[in-house]
């Protein structure tokens, strides 16, 4: 009989305020300084304002290489098309799962004037063997993510991967392999408390985006809202919120591979990216 290992918090961060696309304005909770990445998580955004100047210039046409993105909405619209003909509108509650892998052409518009555009876009890495493989695109309705109200109370979307907690388990919309991506939405009314499994080795993000939460460890944190948590290596997770919150959990197999990044390009080496370079030019991707 050994003790359960809890999961701690690692450290906290509050991203920074940037812009992307055509000025849209966002927070960049990974990505760039202050925290580059979290294998296998290449990026975090978090966009949200009520003033549509912030993101009326949206993402006009782009690529992307070597990843996948997964945009979740939780107010507004937004439009997604793409160089393979897809097109899909993200409603509130919507999720997109975009796998670039060997290259994709796409845009994604707000289908708004006016009013709240709030949602997350999450890169996640490919390995190095998938990088090339085909492009692919899939959007859910919001009743397609499965969800569930746990034993104590919390609400939980179960986008990606396989949620369990005692007796109860629920598979998500989305399973992938080698990243083995675990993606909650999770919302705890007052008081609520959740101890989901997740696979050790797996690096865990926790982001609080309404509330205020606690990750009952060797040593109690709380992290507010707008705060994103990296957590250490564990057995188990006990999140508790005293006066309720809402947050994303994000877990993933690190890859441990080698990263080359330039802008929408994520590759093993810098050729491979001079490669991507010449193939966007030349209209390789589509
Ligand atoms: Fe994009």
Redesign the pocket.
């Known amino acids: 009989m050994s003790y359960p290992h809890y999961r701690d918090v690692l450290d906290l961060h509050q991203g920074r305020a940037t812009s992307d696309g055509d000025g849209v304005r966002l927070t960049r909770l990974i990505g760039g300084p202050g925290l580059e990445r979290f294998d296998p998580f290449l990026m975090l955004d978090a966009f949200d304002s009520v003033d549509a100047r912030d993101y009326l210039g949206g ?1 006009p046409a ?1 690529p ?1 290489r070597g990843f996948e ?1 997964v945009t979740l909405m939780l107010e507004g619209r937004m439009r997604h098309e793409d160089h393979l003909g897809n097109r899909g509108l993200l409603v509130p509650g919507g999720v997109q799962w975009m796998t670039a892998a060997g290259g994709i052409v ?1 845009s ?1 518009m707000p289908e708004q004037e006016q009013g709240r555009l709030f949602g997350f876009q999450l890169w996640l890495n490919l390995p190095a063997a998938d990088k090339l493989g085909p492009a692919s695109y899939r959007d859910f309705a919001p009743e397609e993510i499965p969800q569930l109200t746990s034993a104590r109370g919390v609400g939980v979307r179960v986008i990606a991967g396989r949620f369990r907690e005692g007796e109860q388990e629920q598979a998500g919309a989305v399973q992938r392999p080698h990243t083995e991506p675990q993606l909650y939405q999770l919302d705890f009314p007052a008081g609520a408390c959740l101890m989901p499994e997740l696979p050790r080795g797996h690096n865990v993000l926790l982001h609080v985006f309404a509330g205020e939460l606690t990750v009952r460890g060797q040593r109690d944190r709380s992290i507010q809202a707008g705060q994103l948590a990296r957590l250490t290596d564990g057995d188990s997770l006990h999140l508790t919120s005293a006066n309720g919150a809402r947050a994303l959990l994000i877990a993933g197999k690190p890859l441990g591979e080698p990263i080359v990044q330039y802008g ?1 390009f994520v590759m093993n080496s810098r050729e491979q990216i001079e490669q991507a370079l010449a193939d966007y030019r030349s209209g390789r991707f589509g």
């Open positions: 993402f782009h992307h993105t796409h994604e929408p």
